[in-house]
């Protein structure tokens, strides 16, 4: 078998194509090695060897050593050096990587081969003795930390302290008898932790990185990261050994990242930081504060530190030479790692990048015009549950602003909430029901679960590009990364600013548009959905097959949803329009009756309101379908709770509150999940859903006289288990379209049809469907139903059976296909077969979720309906779903 594939001099064994094999930094290196782009030699050991390593006792397979050994003199002979040659010998990097990038998961450990002889030789050969002993320690730290597992900070402090007894400030101001002072007393650290010397054997430093790579693999951090994203650990990762390039050999040496366009804002534009006298990640570590790479972000940032294309224009211009081609190559947003060895550039990585939802969308429009790639290919560059960041608010341009601080604006849109200073309080915030803002002076991997439930984050130190940067983006959440001025004692649980000392608890809002801090919580606005956003989503219309519908009852909900692109309401559920105002007295008049008669009363006052809701809503929805559903939760949710309530109900109905809760203690139910609800209630008290049909038909022909449009209502029966049910109800509904037409004088186009949400129905959907015009898939119910989990009672066991793969994803938010997803399936295919051409759709929490949008397209389903603002999100997933 092949384990081991070289890259380097314009050739390379592997490519692109090849990123399960060699991980996507591997095949990345070997395809930008094929474009001959400057690529310091070096080979890829493959993910099966980590899948080898971890079947078979966490041991290799017996060919790769000398495959190894093989690569490595390959490199050697491409670079005039031999590993491990006391006289001139080649140094490398040792560098994970998985197939999905997992950023700052893995370590990577750089200048290996480095030792007490080797050191001189590297001295001698680039006429410094500071760089090389400066190479050593930073290898010493690395390899301490990455293989021997030794913290950092056992280093940092002996730095420290030496820094502080010098009166040096920068590691930069350390000479080469400085570093090699240090170097013995690091030495000696290695030595008290681990019984024995630091490792001086080259083969042995290299077997023990590689063997690191593979044993971060399983590390508790990228589990933690696999977990979050869905990454089986069945993939493993590859190891990278590259030749070594110095960043770090004086002025005319730096090293940077860079994106071919601003992952923050999507404009096409060279954007990234670099460091003059610099190695691997001290970039992002935020050591120093990076400069920037175009004169035009400096001047925009108001920057004194020289740019790159001022300080070093020829390496400035390669790197611009080579964007262009990566991206064009690529056809897409390209992160690239670099490095500047005396004044040459080579690429150590490139990958697609990270980027906002409002990036991917201007990214995505602005490719396919500039015809690199096409709509329907830009319509699949956006993932549409990134949308959801962009349909969030953003701070009120009007609004007064304290400004507090200011540092980068490292994720976009606007959060407010109490200062928490750990991920531990953010969780407990979050579980209390509270917003918070998580304040660090930098996060870590450590930090992910507090950033998931923080609103927004806020960190003192670090660039576009550090940790907290980069992880908020990817989560849509706000972020203000770098506000310098802020300094925050831990101990004390405060931050302070300017004078301003704000505690633990106190509200802040950030600006992650603007890299604001500010005080107080401060007014936020609807998003913009115009520009690319409406570019994209046109595109997406014309892909997509299925109708998106919005479940909304209220005018404001309807507006929003048109706003947002919705075709139609999926579903309106009368019940909610039965709280608004002062009605909930009729309502709960009507529900406490102790007859018909008296039930009659209480409905007479609640039908102008009714119909006044459907006039409003068939206005709004001026012309587009609107499926109502009669009254469908259980009697029980409404019943009054306080003594305060019965006593106005009383009042209302002339009644006694004794009897009233009486009456009420009838009403109680064991499970009303179960109970007296849906088209029971409609079949028992007729006169509830006759009253809701009248409000249907009047506001219908109301509504046509008034905008000349046509009004179309879909009246829906909920919880439907057998055909009879549905014919009773359907019968009232008809004879009531018939009374209001012959009042009215006006003919009204209507349709009755009911959800499938119980196993029963859906199995015999093909009755039903006799009598049905149209379903509605009432996925929450029906999966409650299937499954015998009620949703409410569900979280205490539902995260667990999901952290133990017993159930894959969250059934209330993502379909369970092969359950509950069989059953619809056989539903659509069984009423499909009594009525030719039946109308289906969707208008559980499922329509809005992209996986199951997917799933109800492979079905034929006619349309989704889901709440106003994910509208966006399904009309792209479902245009992704047709391509
Ligand atoms: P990560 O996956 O965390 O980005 P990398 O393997 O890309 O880790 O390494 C981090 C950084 O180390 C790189 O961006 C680069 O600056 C530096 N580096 C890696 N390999 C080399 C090398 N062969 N020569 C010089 N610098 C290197
Ligand atoms: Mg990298
Ligand atoms: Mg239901």
């Given at each position: 078998t092949k384990w081991v594939y070289t890259f380097g001099d314009g050739q390379a064994e592997g490519e692109a194509g090849m990123r399960n094999l060699l991980g996507g930094k591997g095949a990345n290196l070997a395809e930008m090695s094929n474009l001959g782009l400057p690529v310091p030699p070096g080979f890829t050991i493959t993910t099966e060897v980590c899948t080898y390593y971890y079947d078979h006792g966490q041991s290799y397979p017996p060919e790769l050593e000398g495959q190894v050994r093989a690569a490595l003199d390959t490199v050697g002979r491409l670079t005039g050096r031999a590993f491990g040659d006391p006289a001139n010998p080649l140094l490398v990097s040792v560098r994970s990587g998985a197939r999905a990038s997992m950023p700052g998961m893995m370590d990577t450990v750089l200048n290996l081969g480095l030792n007490d002889g080797t050191v001189e030789a590297l001295a001698r050969a680039a006429g410094d003795e500071r760089f090389a002993y400066d190479s050593y320690r930073r290898f010493i730290t690395m390899y301490s930390n990455v293989v021997l597992e030794i913290d950092h900070h056992h280093f940092e402090e002996v730095l420290d302290g030496y820094k502080d007894r010098k009166g040096?400030?920068?590691?930069?101001?350390?000479?080469a008898a400085d570093w090699k002072t240090l170097i013995g007393q690091y030495k000696g650290i290695v030595e008290r932790h681990l019984g024995r010397p630091f490792p001086q054997d080259p083969q042995e430093q290299l077997w023990g990185a590689i063997g690191a790579v593979f044993g971060s693999w399983m590390n508790n951090r990228a589990i933690k990261y696999r977990e979050l994203h869905a990454i089986p650990a069945s993939w493993g990762t590859a190891v990278n050994v590259q030749a070594m390039v110095f960043g770090?050999?004086?002025?005319?040496s730096a090293t940077g990242v860079a994106f071919t366009r601003n992952p923050s804002t999507g404009e096409s534009e060279l954007y990234g930081e670099f460091l003059i006298n610099a190695q691997g990640e001290d970039v992002v570590a935020g050591i120093r504060t990076p400069q920037d790479i175009t004169e035009r972000a400096r001047i925009a940032a108001g920057s004194t530190k020289p740019s790159m294309e001022a300080e070093m224009p020829e390496a400035y211009g390669e790197l611009v030479r080579i964007y262009g081609i990566l991206e064009r190559h690529y056809r897409d947003m390209q992160d690239m790692e670099f490095t500047i060895e005396a004044g040459k550039l080579w690429m150590l990585q490139t990958r697609s990048g990270k980027r906002t939802a409002k990036a991917a969308l201007r990214i995505a429009v602005e490719l396919a015009s500039e015809g690199l790639i096409s709509e329907a290919e830009a319509v699949g560059r956006?993932?549409?549950?990134?949308?959801d960041q962009l349909l969030h608010p953003t701070i009120d341009p009007k609004a007064d602003r304290t400004i507090l601080a200011t540092g980068l604006p490292a994720s976009p849109g606007a959060a407010a909430g109490e200062v928490v200073f750990n991920s531990e309080d953010a969780e407990a915030a979050r579980k209390a029901g509270r917003k918070c803002i998580l304040v660090r002076i930098e996060t870590s991997p450590e930090d992910i679960h507090g950033m998931h439930a923080a609103e927004g984050i806020l960190t003192t130190r670090g660039g576009m590009t550090s940790h907290a940067a980069v992880v908020a983006r990817g989560m849509g959440k706000p972020c203000v990364s770098g506000a310098g001025t802020i300094r925050i004692d831990y101990a004390n649980q405060t931050m302070t600013v300017g004078g301003r000392t704000v505690a633990k608890g106190e509200i802040l809002t950030i600006d992650g548009s603007m890299g604001q801090v500010l005080l107080g919580q401060v007014k936020m606005q609807e998003p913009e959905l115009s520009g690319e956003f409406a570019t994209l989503m046109g595109w997406a219309d014309k892909a997509r097959r299925m109708k998106i519908r919005a479940n909304a009852e209220t005018p404001l909900d309807a507006r929003t949803a048109r706003t947002f692109g919705a075709e139609g309401i999926g579903l309106c559920r009368t019940e909610h329009m039965f709280f608004e105002g002062d009605r909930i007295v009729a309502v709960r008049e009507m529900i406490l009756a102790e007859d018909e008669a008296g039930r009659r009363t209480a409905l007479a006052k609640l039908l102008p309101y009714q119909r006044a809701d459907f006039v409003e809503l068939f206005t709004i929805m001026s012309g587009l379908p609107v499926t109502i559903r009669l009254l469908d939760p259980p009697l029980h949710e409404f019943l009054p709770h306080t003594e305060e309530e019965i006593a106005e109900v009383a009042g209302a109905m002339g009644t006694s509150a004794e009897k009233l809760k009486r009456r009420a203690q009838e009403l109680h139910e064991f499970n009303p999940m179960l109970g007296f609800r849906g088209c029971r209630l409609a079949i028992l008290y007729p006169e509830i859903a006759e009253m809701q049909a009248r409000a249907i038909f009047e506001a219908a022909a109301e509504a046509a006289k008034a905008t000349g449009a046509p009004v179309t209502p879909e009246v829906m029966v909920p919880l439907v288990m057998t055909k009879a049910e549905l014919d009773l109800v359907k019968a009232r509904i008809d004879a009531m379209a018939q009374a209001v037409m012959t009042e009215t004088g006006t003919q009204i186009e209507y349709q009755v049809g009911t959800m499938i949400e119980l196993p029963r129905a859906a199995l015999r959907a093909g009755d039903i469907a006799e009598s049905a015009e149209f379903f509605s898939f009432g996925t929450n119910d029906l999966t409650q139903t299937t499954l015998g989990i009620s949703r409410d009672d569900a979280a205490s066991f539902l995260g667990p059976y999901v952290q133990k793969g017993i159930i894959e994803a969250d059934p209330f938010v993502t379909l369970d296909q092969e359950g509950v997803g069989e059953l619809v399936s056989l539903a659509a295919e069984r009423g499909r077969r009594t009525r030719n051409g039946i109308k289906l759709g969707i208008c559980g929490?499922?329509?809005?979720d992209p996986a199951s949008i997917r799933f109800c397209q492979s079905l034929g389903l006619d349309y989704v309906s889901c709440s106003p603002y994910r509208v966006p999100i399904a009309r792209l997933a479902a245009a992704q779903a047709a391509i």
């Open positions: 040096y400030t920068l590691d930069t101001d350390l000479t770090n050999m004086g002025e005319t956006v993932d549409p549950a990134s949308l929490e499922h329509g809005g």
